[in-house]
Nanobody
Framework: QVQLVESGGGSVQAGGSLRLSCAASGYTNCRYHMNWYRQAPGKEREFVSIILTDGRTSYADSVKGRFTISQDNAKKTVYLQMNSLKPEDTAMYYC??????????????????WGQGTLVTVSS
């Protein structure tokens, strides 16, 4: 059973930076694509970024050029570097793991998991 713990949220002024971390644990011999989502007050949860097991990345248009996702496989940790933050980036940020299928036996791996979230507040 994979567990995800986010950290690094906080309050920052517009134009500032934060780095979020998501530490994964509770599994062996499983591979996961790692995502960041966010949910602003009164809005639906939305996709922010993904890093696949092969290192390819993708971003929502709203954060392209400002956010960078990366991972440290040895530490089973994914990061989201957020620069040039805007008030509209204010949200609870969640980490999500989706099992990577193919090329190995993944039958004993949890299909997906969410972290508990970390709050980012950007003031103008």
């Amino acid at each position: 059973q994979v567990q995800l713990v986010e950290s690094g949220g906080g309050s920052v002024q517009a134009g500032g930076s934060l780095r979020l971390s998501c530490a994964a644990s509770g599994y062996t011999n499983c591979r996961y694509h790692m995502n960041w989502y966010r949910q602003a007050p009164g809005k639906e949860r939305e996709f922010v970024s993904i890093i696949l097991t092969d290192g390819r990345t993708s971003y929502a248009d709203s954060v392209k050029g400002r956010f960078t996702i990366s991972q440290d496989n040895a530490k089973k940790t994914v990061y989201l570097q957020m620069n040039s933050l805007k008030p509209e980036d204010t949200a609870m940020y969640y980490c999500k793991a989706d099992v990577a299928t193919g090329g190995y036996y993944w039958g004993n791996c949890a299909s997906s998991a969410w972290g508990q979230g970390t709050l980012v507040t950007v003031s103008s």
